[in-house]
């Protein structure tokens, strides 16, 4: 039964909205910057460069807000839970790979009007992206989407099962421990050990660990560790009870 292809369509018309917003106003910036530097004669210089970054951003946003609504409203119209999530997971490829081509495509012809780097590029070729390796660039792209994507779903069905106390609790708590007792517990009783182990992972999801860098090591490594919070959301998910408003 195909439940959950209303559910795809249903997104797809919220997500294509907010997707041309967020390209409208990164070429709206591109095209001010290149104003700029031709009023200025020269004298600034302007570049845009990662918009994979944003791209990520905007990625995890769309996971932190595309659950409590969502799951009402198809809850309510007798959509299954394992149809929604499954309707959910697709979406978020789909988008993730539109936007994951759109960007290559936006460094290209913004870089032919001022200087202009994608990440991929800045980490794996020190700059310009050379054409056979787009469609790597895609991929990895992808998979940095779909990890923010994730992650940012799982905690929006991980708040919708908490109450009121529990949400309080977890959103004092957990930027207290990042920012303050973390790092003052890494520097005065570990030496920085946590610090050594995070630059262990980063470098590992992004293919520099092991070998020459490898982009599709990356790849492969952010898409399983965006494995795990799906994992959790769908176990949420899966018992979640109906709430109202």
């Not at 200025?40 to 791209?55: D, H, L, P, Q």
């Not at 421990?177 to 570990?190: F, R, T």
Request: some cysteine; charged content about 10%.
């Amino acid at each position: 039964m195909n439940r959950w292809k209303p559910v795809v369509r249903y997104y797809l018309r919220d997500y294509r909205n907010t997707i041309l917003v967020y390209y409208l106003v990164m070429v709206i910036l591109a095209l001010f910057a290149n104003f700029s530097i031709s009023l200025s004669n020269g004298r600034i210089e302007a570049n845009i460069n990662g918009i994979e970054f944003a791209s990520a951003i905007l990625f995890f946003v769309l996971g932190c807000c595309s659950f409590h609504e969502y799951f009402r409203f198809f809850t309510q119209n007798s959509v299954s839970r394992l149809s929604q999530f499954r309707g959910t997971l697709l979406i978020a490829v789909l988008s993730g790979l539109f936007c994951a081509a759109a960007d290559q495509l936006y460094s290209r012809v913004v870089g032919l009007l001022m200087p202009t780097s994608s990440l991929y590029g800045m980490l794996y070729h020190g700059g310009a992206l050379p054409w056979q390796e787009t469609p790597v660039a895609i991929l990895w792209s992808l998979s940095v989407n779909l990890a923010c994507f994730s992650l940012g779903y799982c905690i929006a069905v991980l708040y919708y099962r908490m109450n009121k106390i529990q949400k309080i609790a977890v959103s004092i708590g957990v930027p207290l421990l990042c920012i303050v007792v973390l790092p003052l517990v890494n520097s005065v009783y570990l030496d920085y050990m946590l610090s050594r182990a995070l630059a262990q992972v980063l470098l590992f999801l992004g293919g520099f660990l092991i070998g020459p860098p490898s982009p599709l090591l990356s790849a492969a490594a952010i898409l399983f560790v965006a494995c795990i919070p799906l994992a959790c959301a769908w176990l949420l998910q899966r018992r979640a009870p109906l709430k109202s408003a």
